[in-house]
């Protein structure tokens, strides 16, 4: 086994291995965003609160109904997703004319009455939530032990990631959604239902937070704090990867994770930072990210 | 393209004859203040009433949404709590340095970012803001979670003591009003007008022959210095400097404070941190029900009331004038 | 007489009759304010029970029955220095508050505890961490409740080490607080004659310890030390559980946990954490009642050590004011409190010291397997009482110039 610096290519790989992990969750949720402003041209701010929201869900079902874990996971997006619908319908739609600011304005104002209201309801100590019996434990793989769980984390993510990435760009329906997003009048013409397409597409990308939350709440604390955590971090990586660009965010939300891993390792206490310190540098560079279309 | 982010400033017309009566009533308001209200209570919404309406110079009067404008807020109350504690400073030039370092980093950050526009420049600030808050975390003088705890107010200029709460508030009411009026000076000159014309469409300004992006380089920049004059203020009158100065949380605030009272207003900013700050303290005791109303009126005003407080006045206000 | 006369002779009689004969003190209504994170990382330590606690204290003190009016109110500093210096500001110019208790989060403190000493009121902390409060910065305005950072890594490292525990490595928040305690710890560990393998700083608030609690493991330490707080505190054992490194042999020390802490865990995860605690409401009958009323009225989440420091405070508090005689001068009143030795029916017997720290026994604990544990909130394996002498820095290597 070689060293680089002082660390064994062990803790290395372990780290490496952390980082796509947390990847998988930046991938996740920027992939939400990244759907959303690609199709909408909406900033939505209230990604991480929805993303919490749809941890809570997950928590109240299984502490109020009994509803474990896998049900949870199709559960909470529906649920969560509706909330979504809701949103789109009676306070993005309106201002769909305005600038884009104003959408950016209050969806961050939503972000803090949700998570307002969550605070007073459920404090900021955190609710433990447990992850399904079936994938509990790990495996040893030699330079580190795996939870089962992190492992089933990585996967699905990479499955939802792609499987979202291909309806999007290489099926009619989402060959449809790009065409309203470049010309809603011509699209509207042939009799497709524009505003109903972009409603539900907030919907969905609304859905894939909350699918995000639940994936989480077995690993962070279920918290009102953790969608404000994690919303500047996502929102960065999305800039990044490039605010239109479905596959940009995906790669660049692996990427980035590995980056604050790796990070971790040798420069501990800028792990919370390197990520916009690259997000400073693409942008002066490529003003539209990495893989965005240019506006 | 899109269209206009911002309300139009109705309540004062672009040729500089406005009347003097508001002032007047400002001035009135600040000198018997005191006697209604708890002192130290004004001073902190002076204070934010100031950082509120530099932040509309660069929103309301040029049209560009900065997410990060606390790094400016916090870096000079650090500087200038430095500057009084550890080095001794007498309060007005503790001041004055931390409102150079504000114009400093405003110049730095301006300099790297004005060429995005819209939401890339929110991020890009927003990005900057971040990296200022980690260094504000690191650097030993800041003193981290602990903040700069202690500073001493002194004497201005050697001789007039600012340790009573009377004294500290007439230097702020002071600094604060001349400042605003400075802001409105600045807004109804030729300099101001170009900045609107940028706001309005920069492609024709540009083909009229103003460097647009000067122009914005120097609207970012004097945003960033008077915020920075409200940072370096706050600081003494609450004689600490702390990271909740830095933090993104309080960038939205000042958005929030502008847009309630009217983006693109001269009082509106004013108006809407004083509403901001008396609801933040009545409403303390109820824990995250402020968060909420925060979120509300964010919402309220971006669906039905985007002119904001000041702005809607005035434009009924001259309806009645013009029906 | 006039009717009015006659009308302010019989109020004065009324009045003099009702002001029982031995009423001690007699002068204006005493005011306390909680000033507590009545909303984020430390509300379930603190925040709203914390009222609680100080309501129950003025009741069990009697303080109707002497005729001492007291009246209790609450603030939300939301971990921010700023807005709890205003507050205290507010409350001590505008309020009339006589006495300032709790405050968790050391930034807090630290702003009240100086404000205090301007105006000469009483800052009796139980919520916050620093042991600057009692060291250096020490003031005759302030006494602190509770716990402190000395006292948390003299209790814990000691203990750990006696037991075997002699190697450690180190996970520390990224801020004063953290390395406080770090650097309090790591003394410790090499005065006992352990060693330190290394430590790695974590920024505040952050979510996912995996990569730093690899690094804990592969350092192979005995013990991996938690400097943190809160939300940290609880990520870390939530990921040490995960990783299977407590299952591995590795010891978890907490370095500041409550029991509020462990609540929101769950046994099956926390359980093995070893860490001091200044209290615990399963000590003996006296505190088993406290509990029992407190849970009561506060949704049935049972009291921890903030909590119960806020009740003993003021129920010395009240005593010192009935032996003085008088509220108005804060620093008179504070050094009644160091004359007269502690005791209640939550922390006992002890004394308030010239530098303002209030010592106590304290406890080094473990918490319970799931198995073990027999009825609600019983969450603690008491290890070892930590008498009141040996659990807090010794008064004369603290540099408080009241120390004479």
Known sequence: ???????????????????????????????????????????????????MIGAFVAWMLLNYLGVGYWWALVISPIVTGALGVLIERFMLSRLRDLDHLYGLLLTFGLALIFEGLFRQKFGSSGLPYRPPAELTGGTNLGFMFLPNYRAWVISFSLVVCLGTWYAIEHTRLGSYLRAATENPALVQAFGINVSRMITLTYGFGVGLAALAGVLAAPIYQVNPLMGSNIIIVVFAVVVIGGMGSILGSIITGFALGVAEGLTKVFYPEASSTVIFVIMAIVLLIRPTGLFGRSS | MSTQPVSHSEASPVNGTTSVVP?????????????????????????????????NILLGFTGLLSFGHAAFLGMASYSSAHAAKVWGLTPELAIAFGTLVAMALGAVIGMLTIRSRGIYFANITLAFAQMVFFFCLQAKFTGGEDGIQSVPRGSLFGLISLKSDMAMYVFVAVVFFVAFVMIHRIIHSPFGQVLRAVREN????????????????????????????????????FQLASLTDVTWQMSGEVVLMTLLGGVGTIFGPAVGAFVIVSMENYL????????????????????????????????????RQQG | ?????????????????????????????IKLGVLSDMSGLYADLSGPGSVIAAKLAIEDFGAAAKGMKVDVIGGDHQNKADVGASIARQWYDQDGVDVILDVPNSAVALAVHDITKEKNKIFLNSGAATSDLTGAKCTPNTIHWAYDTWMLANGTGKAMVKQGGDTWFFLTADYAFGYALERDTMEVVKKEGGK???????????????????????????????????????????????????????????????????????????QGLTFTDAWYWDLNDDTRKFAARFAAQNGGKYPGKIHAGVYSSVIHYLKAVEAVKSKADGAAVVKKMKELPTDDTVYGKGEVRQDGRKIHPVYLVEVKKPSESKKPWDYYKILTTIPANEAFRPLKEGNCPLVN
């Open chain 1, 1 to 51: 086994m070689f060293e680089i610096l002082g660390i064994t290519s062990q803790a290395l790989f372990g780290q490496l291995l952390i980082g796509l992990i947390n990847g998988a969750f930046y991938a996740m949720l920027s992939l939400g965003l990244a759907v959303i402003f690609g199709m909408l041209n909406i900033i939505n701010f209230t990604h991480g609160a929805l993303y």
């Open chain 3, 196 to 270: 330190v393998l290394g430590n790695v700083r974590v920024p505040l608030n952050n979510q996912d310890f995996s990569s730093f609690l690899l690094q804990a493991q592969a350092s192979k330490a005995k013990v991996i030390g938690l400097a943190n707080a809160g939300g940290d505190t609880t990520n870390s054992i939530k990921g040490a559980a995960e990783f299977g490194i407590t299952q591995a042999g590795q010891k978890l020390a907490g370095l500041l946990v409550d029991v509020n802490d462990v609540h929101g865990l769950g046994l099956q995860v926390a």
């Open chain 2, 202 to 237: 920069e492609a024709r300004a540009i083909s009229l022959g103003y460097k647009a992006e000067q122009y914005k380089l120097a609207a970012f920049i004097l945003s960033a210095t008077l915020a920075g004059l409200a940072g370096s203020i706050k600081a003494l009158v």
């Open chain 2, 23 to 55: 002032f007047i009533a400002l001035a009135v308001c600040l000198i018997i203040g005191p006697s209604l209200i708890y002192p130290v209570f004004l001073m902190k919404a002076l204070c934010f009433a100031l950082f509120a309406c530099a932040f």
């Open chain 3, 1 to 29: 007489m006039t009717l009015i006369k006659k009308l302010a002779v019989a109020t004065a009689f009324m009045t003099a009759m009702a002001a029982p004969a031995f009423a001690q003190y007699s002068g204006p209504p």
């Open chain 2, 284 to 319: 303390a005791e109820l824990g995250s029900w402020v968060l909420v109303v925060q979120g509300a009126i964010f919402v309220l005003c971006v669906m039905t009331f985007r002119r904001g407080i000041v702005g809607t006045a005035s434009y009924y206000w001259n309806k």
